[in-house]
């Protein structure tokens, strides 16, 4: 099973890769790259094993270390909805 990224995912990966250039662009670097290749490797594990999503149909991968939250949904692959901090609003459906 492969990882696919929506345009909106994608787009919030460069949001918050800009966000946190401001400040360091080492950080930056580092904390997208982190991001990227810990949900690449959802396809490695077990896709179902990360908790159920506060959106119909969807799964939540939740880092101990980073307050972002990655919204995916399984179907022929596993498919990247949203990255999000965890301060934000949750969205009712990721449309």
């Known amino acids: 099973m492969r ?14 890769g ?3 250039a401001a400040e360091s662009p080492t950080a930056a670097f580092r904390l997208v790259n982190a991001l990227y290749e810990r949900t690449e490797r959802i ?5 179902s094993a990360s908790r159920m999503g506060r959106v119909k149909d969807t799964r939540e991968l939740v880092f ?4 972002y939250i990655v919204a995916y949904r399984i179907r022929d692959d596993v498919e990247v909805l949203a990255v ?9 459906d990721f449309g």
């Open 3 to 16: 990882v696919r990224w929506t345009i909106p995912a994608l787009r919030d990966l460069e949001e918050i």
């Open 18 to 20: 800009d966000y946190v």
């Open 43 to 47: 396809r490695a594990d077990n896709p």
């Open 64 to 67: 101990a270390d980073l307050p």
């Open 84 to 92: 999000m901090h965890t301060a934000r609003d949750w969205p009712e």
